[in-house]
């Protein structure tokens, strides 16, 4: 039987296991923030942002970031359909209403055209989710933003590594956040970060961040305003300090399985990952999308990943065909998307002889679905 294939796993070495280790044995007391510390100068220093204030999530950093703008009941934030449910559940979470747009068929992230046309009264911000570390159009975004007086924020969760004209994903907007969960590039196994350039929105969240504790209040235990517990533990800092170390070196890990998939995918009608003039991916997640022109079966080419003991992952469904939104068939791109793509596997560790097994399946899968296609 073949080797297990996962769709993603962390590239963990003895360094991780010794700062967690230091952390375990002496992180207490004086030091019980000392590793939290590091890794937020640390991540500062890689995105060259003012601040940054490690979570337990992207979903709670997402959540304080959009309080600290206001965001509350009433209110709408647009975002693209096609999307994880963790970018749009903060909008929630405050009583705001998520409103849902078509993305560009290119990048699969938001469409800035489709975006400025569902502007309202009641729109507070536009979030920017850079999907599978592809980036967004940031620059015709923030124009949006600066001539309707709205911020735009980065849900950059799977785009660390990504540099849009020589900034880095998340740098950009008001705020943005990040996911180390253990299936992106690096992990602190769960946890997250918010970063920003302002300072007022840095002193609103760090507040927020610590049960409503503002940084100069002097009386012990008292809260200034109902806050939030999204805190990170000084272990999972401890972890993240050493993937900060290895940080370009596990980015060009990804980059690096991306390009054999590319290379061995040629040919092919399908589009992966783009990486647009002056801009870098981090690929987090190789993806390919097939011709909307062939009648791909997505489930066929999932159970012959299964047999072969090979991970799959499907692509995101429109989060406004899930049983708690509002259909939005008219976002014609998000809905067409989603059955003609798939996740490929891409750990950090994943060789070549690993890659070519999944090549050949998709090339059979994608080629016969083609011969179907061409017979009809």
């Not at 799977?158 to 020589?166: L, M, R």
């Not at 800092?237 to 596990?250: P, V, Y």
């Not at 590319?262 to 993806?287: H, Q």
Request: include cysteine.
């Amino acid at each position: 039987m073949s080797s297990r294939i996962h769709y993603t796993k962390p590239s963990i070495t003895e360094l991780e296991v010794s700062y967690a280790t230091d952390a375990a044995r002496n992180g207490w007391g004086e030091r019980c923030y000392e590793y939290i510390g590091r890794f937020e100068q640390l991540f500062c220093d890689h995105l060259n942002v003012k601040y940054a204030i490690a979570t337990s999530s992207c979903t709670g950093a997402m959540h304080m970031g959009l309080a600290a703008l206001g965001i509350g009941p009433g209110d709408e934030v647009i975002l693209a359909d096609t999307n994880w449910i963790a970018s749009a559940a903060p909008v929630t979470y405050l009583g705001a209403k998520p409103v849902f747009v078509d993305v560009l068929p290119d990048t699969w992230c938001i469409d800035p055209e489709k975006a400025e046309a569902a502007i309202t009264p009641d729109t507070k911000a536009i979030i920017a989710v850079h999907l599978y570390g592809n980036l967004c159009d940031m620059d015709a975004l923030l124009a949006i933003g600066e001539r309707h007086g709205i911020p735009v924020v980065e849900d950059a969760a799977e785009a660390i590594g990504s540099v849009w004209h020589g900034k880095r994903a998340g740098s950009m907007g008001a705020f943005g956040v990040f996911s180390f969960h253990g299936t992106k590039t690096m992990t602190t196994g769960e946890g997250g970060m918010f970063v920003t350039q302002d300072d007022t929105l840095y002193d609103k969240v760090l507040t927020l961040s610590n049960h409503g504790r503002a940084k100069g209040q002097t009386k012990q235990f008292w809260p200034d305003m109902l806050g939030y517990k999204y805190k990170m533990s000084n272990i999972q800092a401890a972890i993240g300090c050493a993937q900060m170390e290895r940080i370009d070196d596990l980015i060009a890990a990804k980059r690096r399985v991306f390009e054999y998939y590319y290379s061995g995918l040629s040919g092919l009608p399908v589009l992966m990952n783009p990486e647009p003039d002056a801009c870098r991916n981090g690929f987090w997640m190789p993806t390919f999308v097939v011709n909307k022109e062939i009648s791909f079966n997505r489930a066929a080419l999932l159970d012959s990943f299964k047999s072969d003991q090979i991970d799959g992952r499907v692509f995101f469904w429109p989060l406004s065909m899930l049983p708690m939104f509002d259909a939005k068939p008219e976002n014609e791109v998000s809905y067409a998307l989603y059955d003609h793509a798939i996740n490929l596997p891409s750990y950090h560790e994943l060789t070549e002889v690993e890659m070519d097994r999944v090549i050949e399946l998709v090339k059979a899968s994608v080629s016969m679905s083609k011969e179907t296609s061409d017979a009809d």
